[in-house]
């Protein structure tokens, strides 16, 4: 297979796009991203890094980072965390609180917005958010091996200003005790993970572990075997919310997107893939990564299934 022309002929097929999605708006520092732009990136099993379009510009990754702050939090209590939080797709928006009240304050799955609040209680364990932004940063870092990644303030503070449906969720976990902390500091620190800015090089470098079965390319290992799968599995069943299945049968690899429009998606024991065009569809899906994704899947039959 060759990549580099795969990439090629990707990078030109989206050039040709016209329906290219709307650029998230909710958060008003999102509503300024050029939705012209795509770029990929991806990180292969034998070490080679191949990139095409725009793979060098800095987006949020925003809810991609669930996947990091998952494995942080698995990290650290274990599988209590599914005490807490539960592994079904919830087949609603990522943001939407209809289920919490008929599950008692316990939210589907760690990638829908409830999920990952309380993902995020988990990892302040009792400090102030600094201290957890400062673990999640050193950790993207370690994983990508890339020290310059920063988080974006004016990202941070445009959600912290308009995040009312996550305010609603966090007070609401909170009645149910599902959330420990206070909800200023639960949120502070889930924005910020959120306002994470990487290009799809880093993206895709700091997923290898989940490639690899858990282990981190450079030696060591990030997470066991079984656990770099399930999370595999939760990305495939819940990294699309209520777009999951028809991501499953149009891509058919584990991914999770995020609102900046990046998807990074998992080939296991091939690939560790980063896209990212700004432009979503009507799921808050990034309509020309999951188009890329579904040329690149198709080219190189690399589908789990
Ligand atoms: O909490 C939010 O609404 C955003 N910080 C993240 C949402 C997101 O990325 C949903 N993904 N498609």
Redesign the pocket.
Known sequence: MDLTALIDDIVAAMARETERGTVAS??PELAKVDAGQFGVAIATADGRLLTGGDADTGFSI???SKVFALTLALGKVGDQLWDRVGREPSGNA??SIVQLEQEHGIPRNPFI?AG?IVVADVNLGGHQPRVAIGEMLRFVRYLAGDDAIRINEEVAAS?TAT?Y??MALANYMRAFNNVRHPVDLVLGS??HQ??IEMNCRQLALAGRYLMLDGRHPEGGRVVSPSRARRINALMLTCG??DASGDFAFRVGIPGK????GGILAIVPGRAAIAVWSPG?NTS??SALGTKALEMLARRTGWSVF
């Open positions: 909710y958060i925003q809810s991609i990522f943001n917005n990952a959600e995040g449906r996550n889930y924005f959120c306002a699309h919310y997107s995020g609102v900046g979503l808050g899906n």
